[in-house]
């Protein structure tokens, strides 16, 4: 079993930053992708950042200059800065991985909420 545990959430004002983090643990190989969701109330989950095993990475638009995305391939964790915060950055946010052969396999962790008050 893959089992993906995210931390870091939080309530924080606008302006302010916050650090998401996700572990992947078990029987888990050659991670490809990993990437991170956000999922808002009444709105489709959309991708937030992604970062490949060579390290390329993509943002949604909405986040470029603001968030950054880091993995650490030996701990096999994924983290996700987060800066200049906003409002409507307001979600929960959701880890996802792809590993295996082919990236065959998909894995989402439980989801951490982030708040921001204006």
């Known amino acids: 079993q893959v089992h993906l545990v995210e931390s870091g959430g939080g309530l924080v004002r606008a302006g302010g930053s916050l650090r998401l983090s996700c572990a992947a643990s078990?029987?888990?190989?050659?991670?490809?992708?990993m990437a991170w969701y956000r999922q808002a109330p009444g709105k489709q989950r959309e991708l937030v950042a992604a970062?490949?095993?060579?390290?390329?990475?993509n943002y949604a638009d909405s986040v470029k200059g603001r968030f950054t995305i880091s993995r650490d391939n030996a701990k096999n964790t994924v983290a996700l800065q987060m800066n200049s915060l906003k409002p409507e950055d307001t979600a929960i946010y959701y880890c996802?991985?792809?590993w295996g052969l082919g990236a065959s396999f998909t894995n989402w962790g439980q989801g951490t909420q982030v708040t921001v008050s204006s």
């Open positions: 996802n991985v792809k």
């Open positions: 078990g029987s888990i190989f050659r991670i490809n992708s």
């Open positions: 970062i490949s095993s060579a390290a390329s990475t």
